[in-house]
């Protein structure tokens, strides 16, 4: 299929965008039973104890190994339309990247399964336990850095989200979508709650 639209890349977010009910920690937590633990540190959610937290699940991976790990993945939905959706885009000749803020090691089990060229996340030495934290303030500017690489215009690029963690997309790219449940905070974003990628992709192809 040719590509006849405007749009030549599409940034995802994962947890809640591409993938749909449990995030990725909550699906891991789910699995090595550590989830009360995981519930626990969601509800008490405060900006100055995220860099702790993500310290405690890397120490909760490191004795189980990376490939007893990656494996819990298998347990979390895909988006409706995901596959699909993602296959459509590159048969378009669309460009797509994943953005999150989640570990890499997951991130990269997606970017491969949906086909992206690219994605940023967090990073996590497995011998260490050590990691480079991406929060939502590297949305943006890594996504900035991916448009001048390419030599894009915002206008041919498409960003789409479900939080406000996603916000440094929707302001670099110049058209954005956001399938979470609330839009009213967001402006200029095409709300989409709960899309189905592949007629999310379509939309995207007809702009």
């Known amino acids: 299929m040719s590509r ?57 991976y490191l004795p189980l190994g990376e490939k007893r790990i990656e494996s819990e993945l298998s347990r979390l939905t895909p988006a409706p339309g995901a596959d699909e959706g993602c296959r459509l885009l590159r048969d378009a000749g669309v460009d797509f990247v994943i953005i999150s803020v989640t570990w890499e090691f997951a991130v990269r089990h ?24 991406f929060d939502a303030e590297n949305k943006g500017p890594w996504l900035e850095a ?40 967001f402006a200029n974003v095409i709300h989409r709650p709960d899309a189905n990628i592949l007629d999310l992709a379509k939309e995207i192809l007809a702009l």
């Not at 498409?158 to 058209?175: H, I, K, L, Q, R």
Request: a negative charge; charged letters at 25%.
């Open 4 to 60: 006849n639209g405007r749009i030549r890349l599409v940034a995802f977010d994962l947890d809640g965008t591409l993938l749909r009910g449990d995030t990725v920690c909550v699906g891991i937590a789910r699995g090595i039973g550590t989830l009360e633990r995981m519930q626990e540190m969601e509800r008490g959610y405060e900006l100055a104890d995220r860099l702790s937290d993500v310290a405690e699940i890397a120490s909760s």
């Open 110 to 133: 997606f970017a491969k399964r949906f086909g992206a060229s690219d994605y940023a996340a967090t990073p996590l030495d497995w011998t260490t336990g050590e990691f480079a934290d």
């Open 146 to 185: 991916k448009i001048a690489s390419l030599g894009l215009r915002p206008d041919q690029v498409a960003a789409v989200g479900d939080s406000p963690n996603d916000c440094g997309m929707f302001e670099v790219a110049g058209t954005s979508f956001y399938v979470g449940d609330a839009s009213g905070e």
